[in-house]
């Protein structure tokens, strides 16, 4: 018997967390189990990375003016709103018929927008669905309509919602998705061998002495993420480690270009002029984070899972992390790192103070963190009950097509 052919929807193609994910998925994919395809709305870097994968791509779903909808609104240009119902109709109808023409017999959706038309597609096309979700279903991230769809769709025509996480789950069930629908299986990563060399060529790249205390946060830059709690705990760390320098490594998101440079300018009146390190967009972060000596994330919001601190804790790189969401599913208090308040720069400083000033007992915490992400994290596990996930979707008589 075949590969099953798995059809993967997604609404972006710019290379956000689920991206990065979902890649890391698709390279570690069992060809001889699923053949997969990718349906997205135009060429861009996921196109790039997935086309390296020898897999095909269908471009052009959904409709252009549908990517205008936002998880809280329905955009500003009245003429589109007016034409989403359409719009909306004519993407599923073209995903469906895709569906059975090129004889996809799974469907994963992998975004919140591609999960909506995506299902109906699939139920369409009488092919089962599985969500990849990644989101808390919240008011404070969802508009009522939203929530309203991601409801309606995950009961009627999704067959398995996998949740990255238990609070992503346990938020699902709160919203009323009914909870034989939903399961739970967390994102990966690659546990590193030993990051010693690593650590000592990043120091010199950015010109850190080794004694140097570096304290990083890394994430796109966005209101939602806490820079602006960083720098604020940041300038309470640098009156006690004079020394210490610290790193904000992302990039602005479409939309908010300016941000960056309103950190820039609040660094400075902070007094962290020449502390602070404005990295931008770095392909690959995870040389600099290894010569980080505590990675903090400041999220003022409840995080799903929180990918950079899977990716820090395989490199026994300790955390200081914002207590909500699935983050305490990853950090375990006072042993892989420490957890805080959100939005409590006081808090945070005083827990990276800790780190700073205790190397052995921080040492002790990457450690253990770099074990646990082995044991309850690792890449090709969780790749593989993915597979498993979705293999259990299909009809044990049916065969490949």
Known sequence: ???YRLLVV?????????????????????????????AVPRRGPL???AETLGIRVHLGIPSRRLLGIRRRSLGEDRKAVALYPLDFLSTVLRLALLIRREGYRLVLTNSAKADIYGSMAGWLAGRPVAWRFHDLASPQTFSRLNLWLLRTCATLFARRVLAISGAVRDALLALGVPGERVSV?????EVRGETGVMRRKARREWGLPDDRPAVGMVGRLVEWKGPDVFLRAAARVAESFPEAVFFLVGGAIFGREDYPEELRELSLSLGLEGRVVFTGFLEDPLPLMAALDCLVHASVEPEPLGMVILEAMSLGLPVVATDGGGVPEVVEEGRTGLLVPPGDPEAL???????LAHPEER?????RGKRRA????ELGARCREMEEELLSLLDCGTGAG
Request: charged share 30%; aromatic share 8%; net charge negative.
């Open 185 to 189: 299986v967390y994102n990966g990563t």
């Open 349 to 355: 400083a005083q827990a990276v103070c800790w780190m």
């Open 374 to 377: 082995e044991e309850a994290f």
């Open 47 to 49: 196109v790039e990375a």
């Open 363 to 367: 040492k002790e915490m990457g450690e």
């Open 10 to 38: 997604n609404h972006a193609v710019e290379m956000g967390g689920a991206e990065r994910v979902l890649l890391d998925f698709l390279r570690r994919l069992d060809r001889e189990r699923f053949e997969p395809g990718l």
């Open 1 to 3: 018997m075949g590969a």
